[in-house]
């Protein structure tokens, strides 16, 4: 369906009012996140992995070849970070527990997101994405995940490493700061038309502008 046809489908169906906040809603939105900083690039973090517990890293399609022969097709979910994996804008881990996929996560350079939240250096990599199967939730899975994508993202050339999480999201806030992330504050952007940006809160009087241009 083009964007035209949603359109006019969303006006017939539930009328002028809801159109005109879906319209809205696609010019301007708002966002608040927290805000989680480590810049200590090569000091490296130690990890203590379970005797269960394996890392797959993939940095490129060859790895992502080898993977999906080891445990079958990847999540529908997940196409959008494994295609950036082939065109080397992305970094995956993958841990296997038992041979059982467990958790995912990602590291991702020059993404939107990190953009917004005022860091569009590509020497900056976005820790995201991160999933653990519910019946492997309580490990700790998600800490080690959060330290050794930071670890591999320094390896890979990386001087600092950013993430972000929802204020109500205190798990995943808990896992940031015990895999070594440090917290910079809350954070509210405005986003207009999905390039123009405005900041504010704690956390933004720690990046380069309050008002930006995302490409």
Not at 15 to 38: D, I, K, P, Y
Request: hydrophobic content about 40%.
């Amino acid at each position: 369906m083009s964007k035209l046809s949603k359109l006019l489908h969303i006006l017939r169906t539930r009328g002028l009012q809801e159109t005109a906040l879906f319209v809205l809603s696609r010019v301007v939105r708002s966002q608040t996140h927290l805000l989680f900083c480590n810049d200590n690039a090569g000091q490296g973090i130690p990890i203590k992995w379970n005797a269960n517990e394996v890392v797959f890293e993939a940095t490129q399609a060859s790895e992502l070849d080898a993977l999906t022969q080891r445990c079958g097709d990847l999540p529908d979910d997940i196409a959008e970070y494994l295609a950036a994996i082939r065109s080397k804008q992305a970094i995956g881990i993958f841990i296997f527990v038992e041979d059982r996929l467990a958790h995912w996560a990602f590291v991702m350079k020059q993404s939107r997101t990190a953009c917004y939240l005022g860091f569009p250096d590509p020497a900056v990599g976005l820790l995201g994405s991160a999933f653990t199967v519910p019946e492997f939730r309580g490990r700790g899975l998600q800490t080690r995940s959060v330290a050794h994508r930071t670890n591999l993202a320094w390896r890979h050339g990386y001087t600092t490493v950013i993430s972000e999480t929802a204020p109500e999201n205190e798990p995943s806030a808990r896992a940031l700061q015990a895999g070594g992330m440090q917290s910079r504050g809350r954070m509210r952007i405005w986003v207009i038309c999905n390039h123009f940006v405005l900041r504010s809160g704690s956390a933004a009087k720690g990046v380069r502008r309050s008002v930006d241009y995302c490409k």
